[in-house]
């Protein structure tokens, strides 16, 4: 399993972006990129994923490195719900169990 | 769709009771998946299952626990001879079976054993 390494913690200010990095060096070509967050008393919920391109959703934007061995999440703007365990996670591709290997997360704190 | 839900969302048992969990994924999704968190960790991953057949187990799995999903709809969690070591909150996700599919989760049952 490829390993991650993210911040403990980083902290941002209300209606300012966020930008939470993730180095993941051992990721193999067919590994997606999964990002899941998780706030308080609450069960883990999907943010994006990509493979190799950048990706946009409702929620966030997904920045890959060309050499896929890092990626940045970004929260354009942070809100107090945002709040919350960031878990960036290597899911292995073709013909697998797609089960999730948690690290530790980055905790984002956001101050009004 | 109501999304992934879980019952009951607390138990408190003593040491050396059975537990049983339920989990109920969102209703296309024929993966479903079950984890265990302790406090200040990461979700662990225990146990998969696609349809009714379990595919993989963690060895975190000891023989006390034993998943079922006898229809390929809901699944059951039972934890036999419960021990203090077991508490922890019991999570379950659900996701469709394509590749990098991402996976929606129920709110958890926590187990508090005493």
């Known amino acids: 399993d490829a390993k991650t390494t993210q911040p403990n913690s980083m902290e941002s200010n209300e209606e300012e972006p966020v930008h939470l990095p993730c180095n993941h060096s051992t990721i193999s070509g067919t590994d997606y990129i999964h990002w899941y967050r998780q706030l308080p008393s609450q069960g883990p919920e999907y943010v994006i994923h990509g493979l190799t391109s950048n990706v946009n959703n409702r929620m966030a934007s997904l920045a890959i490195a060309e050499d896929r061995k890092s990626s940045t999440l970004i929260l354009h703007r942070a809100t107090l719900r945002d709040a919350a365990v960031y878990y960036c996670?290597?899911?292995?591709?073709?013909?697998?169990?797609?089960?999730?290997?948690f690290g530790q997360g980055t905790t984002l704190q956001v101050k009004p | 769709d109501t999304g992934v839900s879980q019952d009951p969302r607390h138990k408190i048992t003593k040491r050396g009771q059975n537990v049983t969990f339920r989990c109920d994924p969102i209703?296309?999704?024929?993966?479903l998946y079950w984890y265990r968190q302790t406090l200040g960790q990461g979700p662990e991953f225990l146990t998969y299952?696609?349809?009714?057949?379990?595919?993989?187990k963690s060895r975190l799995l000891s023989d006390r626990f034993s998943a079922e999903r006898p229809k390929g709809s809901f699944s059951t969690l039972e934890i036999q001879r419960t021990e203090q070591g077991d508490s922890a909150m019991y999570l379950c996700?659900?996701?469709?079976?394509?590749?990098?599919?991402?996976?929606?989760f129920g709110p958890g049952t926590r187990l508090t054993v005493t």
């Open positions: 209703s296309e999704h024929n993966r």
């Open positions: 299952f696609q349809n009714e057949a379990q595919l993989e």
């Open positions: 996670i290597p899911v292995v591709g073709s013909g697998n169990t797609g089960k999730l290997i």
């Open positions: 996700a659900s996701s469709y079976p394509w590749e990098g599919g991402e996976q929606y």
